[in-house]
C-alpha cells in the first residue's frame, strides 16, 4: 500500500517556475515507478511523466519535454516536478501516482494516486 501527498502547487506568473514536490508513506517506495498527470478543467487527467524505481530513467509528454525535470530522493521517499518557463497551458490539478512498470502512461495503468495540487499560472 503506498500513500501519497502533493505539495508545492500555487500561482505563478508566465516563465516563471515552480517545484512540485510527492511524499510517499510506506516501506517499498524504491519498489514503484513513479508518475506525473495533471487534469485542467473540462478536459482528461493526462501524462506528464515518470521516473524509474532508481531514478535513471525518465520520459515526459512532447508539452513539457525541455521545460519540466523528474527526480526522486529515495533515502526520502519523495519524487519531484520541477517546472520551469511556465505557461498558462499548464494550469491544472497535478498528481503523482505509482505503477510497478516503467514506460507507462495511461491513468488506468497506475495503482495509487496522491489527492493533487494545484497549479496555476497567468498570462
Known amino acids: 500500500q503506498v500513500q501519497l501527498v502533493e505539495s508545492g502547487g500555487g500561482l505563478v506568473q508566465a516563465g516563471e517556475s515552480l517545484r512540485l514536490s510527492c511524499s510517499a508513506s510506506?516501506?517499498?517506495?524504491?519498489?514503484?515507478?513513479m508518475g506525473w498527470f495533471r487534469q485542467a478543467p473540462g478536459k482528461d487527467r493526462e501524462f506528464v511523466g515518470a521516473?524509474?524505481?532508481?531514478?535513471?530513467?525518465?520520459r515526459y509528454s512532447d508539452s513539457v519535454r525541455g521545460r519540466f525535470t523528474i527526480s526522486r530522493d529515495n533515502s526520502k521517499i519523495t519524487v519531484y516536478l520541477q517546472m520551469n518557463s511556465l505557461k498558462p497551458e499548464d494550469t491544472a490539478v497535478y498528481y503523482c501516482?505509482?505503477?510497478?512498470?516503467?514506460?507507462?502512461?495511461?491513468?488506468?495503468?497506475?495503482?495509487?494516486w496522491g489527492q493533487g495540487t494545484q497549479v496555476t499560472v497567468s498570462s
Open positions: 510506506g516501506r517499498t517506495f524504491s519498489d514503484y515507478v
Open positions: 521516473v524509474s524505481r532508481g531514478g535513471s530513467g525518465t
Open positions: 501516482a505509482a505503477t510497478r512498470q516503467f514506460g507507462r502512461i495511461g491513468v488506468t495503468e497506475y495503482d495509487y
